[in-house]
């Protein structure tokens, strides 16, 4: 994606909404300084139900708790996609959101080849993974990834973004053909678990974010059926790694227990949906500075009220999931060249 053709948004970048930065402190173009003077800053914040949103109202408290010049405000948004769409409707001027689906909004992919949108968030920190790998009932003969061609497979919830990064993983080469042969049932994530009991689903996708829980349904599914885990194979590897829209990691079971189930493996690999904290060009470099500041000087404070979220080691860990192809917000950067921690390779995105 990276390589893509130029596109018309690629124009809209710090263009749109001319006029937009009302807020003081603003306008020189720097923000650096974690507030510049200014004492009326705010963001109001899109962020999806459920872990998603609780990681959003840690981050409100600490900053409610931690800056006495940041106004932060929780906004519940329908999921991720339609946070970038809000986004672009300017009804919030920043969102959690995901790299795959930003990487779509920018080349019009997927959700966005039929309904694109005219602003791109732009990048400012990671907030969490969704680290995802499968799991397949016992009894099914499932032991590798090659085993699920044939097999009925739940890759989650239509619409979810767990779904539809790992669809367009399994998607490509070379992992292609076992994806073609697949039977992908179609649920809601309250009606899998019975259907893994019963039998009608073979193999799921299992997922949250690791060493911290599962979502809901795969911690349901690994306490009501006996499941274990299935095995990557060298073209699923290259698929994961190759696709531009996920990361990879492994994590250890026993850092990552499912509902203290044996699933037969001491490590797991899986691909990861990058969960992100964005913001529209035109949202303010100094209000964004500050929230950048208060995640970072006092991450233990967010981690106390949601251990989800991110615990970085270092300001530059606030990197980990940046892309070359998604502009990071200039208050971000300055906060990141303030801190010796911007990367060079990275692309600072035009304010309003």
């Known amino acids: ?17 001319a006029g937009a930065v009302g807020l003081a402190g603003c306008g020189g173009g720097g923000g650096g300084g974690g507030g510049g003077g200014s004492d009326d800053l705010s963001l109001r914040v899109g962020t999806s139900a459920g872990g998603t949103q609780d990681v959003g109202l840690a981050v409100e408290r600490a900053v409610s708790e931690e800056s006495d010049t940041l106004e932060y405000s929780t906004i519940e948004s329908p ?58 009932r016992d009894g099914t003969g499932i032991e590798t990834f090659d085993d699920l061609a044939g097999a009925n497979v739940y890759p989650a919830e239509p619409g979810y973004s767990t779904r539809a990064t790992t669809l367009d993983v399994w998607s490509q080469e070379p992992t292609a053909d076992v994806y073609d042969e697949m039977n992908i049932q179609n649920m809601s994530v309250d009606s899998a678990p019975g259907a893994m009991e019963e039998g009608t689903i073979d193999a799921t996708i299992a997922y949250g974010t690791p060493g911290v829980r599962y979502t809901g349904f795969v911690q349901e599914i690994a306490s009501r059926v006996d499941v274990h885990y299935v095995e990557p194979t060298d073209a699923l590897r290259e698929s994961a790694e190759s696709y531009p829209g996920a990361g990879t990691g492994t994590t250890s079971y026993e850092d990552w227990p499912i509902a203290e189930a044996d699933i037969g493996t001491d490590e797991m690999f899986h691909w990861n949906l990058e969960v992100n904290y964005t913001f529209n060009p035109e949202a303010d470099e100094d209000a964004v500075y500050e929230l950048c500041r208060v995640v970072d000087e006092h991450n233990d404070t967010v981690n106390d009220g949601e251990e989800q979220f991110n615990d970085f080691e270092s300001t530059a860990d606030m990197l980990g999931s940046a892309r070359e192809n998604i502009p990071v917000h200039a208050g971000a950067v300055q906060y990141y060249k303030d801190n010796d921690a911007w990367d060079d390779s990275l692309q600072e995105g035009e304010s309003a």
Do not use: C, H, W
């Open 1 to 17: 994606m990276a390589d893509r053709p130029t596109t018309r948004r690629e124009f809209l970048y710090g263009t749109a909404v």
């Open 79 to 136: 999921g991720y996609i339609g946070t970038i769409r809000r986004m672009d409707n300017d009804q919030f001027n920043a969102g959690i959101t995901d790299n795959n689906s930003l990487s779509k909004a920018m080349s019009d992919d997927g959700a966005f080849s039929e309904e694109p949108v005219d602003s791109i968030p732009q990048y400012g920190f990671y907030a969490f993974p969704y680290s995802i790998f499968v799991i397949a």
